[in-house]
């Protein structure tokens, strides 16, 4: 197994793992299993209960929203323009592939096929539309930081740089899951669907990443395009 092929395959078993989860849980959430129930009043009763505030909710609302959708695609197409600036087309075409295709177009899909109505509209504090499962903010947030986390990890160097930049990562990740039930908007168990499907959408696809960006490269010079990529 050359270098690429032994990066690729813990990705791929973490991705699986990741996979299976979600799917166990969405197959529960449909089926309106009694430990789904159980979950989402013992997780809102511990982010709620007690703990609205004007103050907390103000600022909530305002860091909510760089977990949207809108704001993901707006960032994503700057991330992948900067990388094909910098001639990156492989970085840049699996990058901004995982967080449109696996954040944006399938979650749109998951969202209508469980179809699952949000929680009582009397208890939002802020305005939201459509089905809950999984949440668009979760699964959005989760696949964007989290690829940009673990392609910064794989290139720095430092052992303390990669734990900082996956602990904040991962900071940014858990506070926008967190700003969805607290305003209401969302079942714990709807970010948790959005957060397991995200590691599921990033490990695979590095993993398939990793397998596949030297053929791509290769193809990409054929085109006359000169891929700066870091391919080895």
């Not at 305005?127 to 290139?155: D, K, M, N, V």
Request: aromatic residues 16%; hydrophobic residues 50%.
């Amino acid at each position: 197994m050359n270098s690429n092929g032994k990066k690729a395959l813990p990705l791929l078993i973490i991705g699986v793992i990741a996979l299976a989860a979600f799917i166990f849980e969405a197959v529960s959430v449909a089926k309106s299993s009694n430990w789904v129930a159980k979950f989402d009043l013992s997780w809102i009763s511990r982010i709620r209960d007690g703990h609205i505030e004007a103050g907390t909710t103000k600022l909530v609302k305002f860091l909510t929203h760089f977990g949207s959708a809108e704001y993901i695609i707006v960032m994503t197409i700057i991330v992948v323009i900067i990388l094909f600036i910098l001639r990156k087309f492989t970085v840049g075409l699996w990058f901004g592939g995982t967080v449109l295709f696996c954040g944006v177009v399938l979650n749109y899909l998951l969202k209508h096929f469980v179809e699952r109505s949000r929680p009582d509209s009397s208890n939002w504090l802020i305005s939201e539309s459509g089905f809950s499962y999984p949440s668009g903010h979760a699964t959005a947030t989760s696949i964007f930081y989290g690829l940009a986390a673990l392609f910064l990890i794989f290139t720095v160097r430092q052992i303390w740089a990669k734990i900082v930049i996956g602990a904040l990562g991962l900071f940014v990740i858990f506070y926008i899951l967190y700003s969805r039930v607290y305003l209401g908007v969302h079942y714990p168990t709807d970010v948790l669907g959005g957060f397991l499907f995200g590691m599921a959408s990033i490990f695979i696809s590095t993993g398939v990443y990793f397998l596949v960006r030297k053929p791509l490269h290769e193809l990409l010079t054929k085109w006359r395009l000169k891929d700066l990529s870091k391919v080895e």
